[in-house]
């Protein structure tokens, strides 16, 4: 009886003209676009300098802002007032302002003074371009002062720290763990995978069973003697195996594009990903069992991606979050997902180190098929 | 006009009805503003943090050192290590991203690089937690003095409330409209209002007018939270914001009945407007990841999404306080993008079902 059933399912998902290039082109456009675009790294800062003084040192200390890789001058500015338009108009995101009198302070051995103006409507670009330049002038700083003699024998150490002579130093070297490249996209990549697989098997089937409901086919097959559960295996299966084949998918496009492999292998992933689709079919149930029209079930869905998406730590890490969200970000399955992907791919986690997070994902799996059968209802 | 404010009233019962739907619609935004508001943050904070020592016998100074860290906001203490080994299993368990290996002239700090930018970020935290055990400070010389302009405590909401305001406004007016059209499509209720004396141009404005509606609703909604509650101020003008605003929902009732036109059945409807829009409009409009950060292809692509647009003007209105000069750019552009979304999707919608 299931194999007719799913012959049926089978048939009805090739048949329509958009399902099987949407579940083919879907995950190959999200691996290579979505990690890309969804990029922290802070670059391109435009800065505008004005600088009032046209002396050597203010000239040299523009240079060396320029030259340190982390800004881009955008237009001209003669003025404060020029540069805030540039401001306005999107164009610098921070001004740089040398008085007059800069060089000439300097030089007399008294206190100068710089203004730095940022925009900070993105807090994270206008408060990183404005420590960044904060730190080059500490630099500069040190420069003029070990060129005036004042400082003999100390050494830079590029940070606006300088060690003086005969100091014994404590010396705090950074040591960064799997990601050798520091590449932000390989990061994304796993979680990213999470998301299609819930797309795919999670919600495509409610969607499924939703729509028969709304156009009464449903009905038709509550008077078959089939069985509720053959039914909705029927629904369930075709929408397993078309996630695995997604999977599968993002596995070659995030070699090709990325050349990321998962260094715990792929039988783990694979291990990972049947729990994980268990649990959001599961979900995907229990929404259809509520839901009475395509509408309200994507509503419903929505609801759900952006709360419990965006609180898993997808984007923005949980640790930063308040306490509430981070006792909610605990109650996504996503969450434990990600985190089991992420660290099965780059840093090689075995299955005994993330022995918790499988066990969460197989409670959930039993949460949401539990509630899902005990609120099906065969009649209105 | 009878027939169009019959057919208005039909289609706002349609709404009303679905109670389950309504309910989301109105709380969704304000879900939106507490989560980008509070919630989704890049700060970098309560870093689970671990040590080791390998020296049998710890100096006080690195004693001293443990304790300025753990007594910062950003890390806490979990434990000691006792072998090297134990460095790779707390990171392979997820249990800390921080690792603090004391030697004899110094201290490696040993961090969870797989997430790159929490990495960079809590290590350069860290350095300057333990800066006054390396060296003392130089004499300053040059003192900047730094203006944060527009957002002084640099909150995070300032940056994405302009962007939930793009994506509510998208979703009912494009999601919304492109479903109930397809729906009647769907149910062949379309054949029913096709044959009758009612002008398609009265069915497909009338179809529009609720969610009109609904999206102004909820703009006060959103207006009302960001300013009353998590404390935005309008800083521009109130007027130009909604004229914006209006432009902008114009914009997507025209991609809502341009996707309806395309789309025979409900899911297509669904899919296309849900991974066609919303997905790029979260990824491509600015609104989370700055677009001066993206690839080449992907900023110029981020061209043709009239939420960049939106979402620009908003924050220079809003937030920044500019008046019209300042987005002529974004209104010239939003009001040809609903000119021709308008004329080409009242072109396409066909007055016959195959």
Known sequence: MLLYLLEKEFKQFFRNSFLPRFALMFPIVAIVVFPLAANFEIKNIGISIVDNDRSEPSRRLAEKALSSGYFTLTGDARSYGEAMALVEGGKADIVLEIPAGFGRDLERGGTARVMISANTVNGMRGGLGSSYLAGIIADFNAETLRESGKLAGVRATGTGVIAPSGYEAVAFSPLFRYNPLMKYTVYMVPAIMCMILTMLAGFLPALNIVGEKEKGTIEQMNVTPVRRGAFILSKLIPYWVLGFVALTITFVVAWLAYSLVSLGGYALVYLFASVFVLAMSGFGLVLSNYAKTLQQAMFMMFFFIITFVLISGLYTPINGMPSWARALSALSPLRYMIESLRAIFLKGSGFWELRWRFLALLAFAAFFNGWAVLSYRKRE | ?354
């Open chain 2, 1 to 354: 006009m009878k027939e169009f404010s019959a057919f208005v009233k039909k289609e706002f019962s349609h709404i009303v009805r679905d109670r389950w739907t309504m309910i989301i619609l109105l709380v969704l935004p304000i879900v939106m503003m507490v989560l980008f508001g509070y919630a989704i943050t890049t700060e970098v904070r309560n870093i689970g943090m671990y040590v080791f020592d390998p020296n049998p016998n710890p100096n006080a100074r690195d004693a001293a050192m443990v304790t300025e860290l753990s007594s910062s906001e950003y890390f806490v203490m979990k434990g000691y290590l006792s072998s090297p080994d134990d460095i790779d299993r707390v990171f392979r368990e997820g249990r800390g991203q921080l690792v603090v290996v004391f030697g004899a002239d110094g201290a490696q700090l040993v961090a969870d690089g797989s997430d790159p930018n929490t990495a960079v970020t809590l290590v350069s935290y860290a350095q300057s937690v333990l800066a006054r055990f390396g060296s003392g400070p130089l004499p300053t010389r040059i003192v900047p003095e730094v203006k944060l302009l527009y957002n002084p405590q640099m909150k995070g909401a300032y940056s994405t409330v302009p962007g939930v305001m793009g994506m509510i406004l998208m979703l009912i007016c494009a999601m919304m409209t492109s479903i109930s059209i397809a729906r009647e499509k769907e149910k062949g209720t379309m054949e029913v209002l096709l044959v009758s004396p009612v002008r398609p141009l009265t069915i497909i404005l009338a179809k529009t007018v609720p969610y009109l509606a609904l999206s102004c609703v909820n703009l006060a909604t959103i207006l009302a939270f960001s300013a009353f509650v998590i404390g935005i101020p309008i800083r521009g003008s109130l007027a130009l914001l909604l004229f914006v605003s209006l432009v902008f929902i114009a914009v997507s009732l025209a991609i809502g009945l341009l996707i309806s036109s395309v789309a025979e059945t409900q899911l297509a409807a669904l899919l296309a407007s849900g991974m066609g829009l919303m997905m790029p409009v979260i990824l491509l409009s600015g609104m989370i990841f700055p677009i001066e950060n993206m690839p080449a292809v992907l900023r110029v692509l981020s061209n043709v999404i009239p939420a960049r647009w939106y979402i620009a003007a908003v924050r220079k209105i809003m937030i920044m306080g500019l008046g019209p000069a300042a987005v002529a750019r974004e209104l010239a552009v939003l009001v040809s993008m609903a000119v021709a979304l308008g004329a080409l999707s009242l072109g396409k919608f066909k007055i016959r079902l195959e």
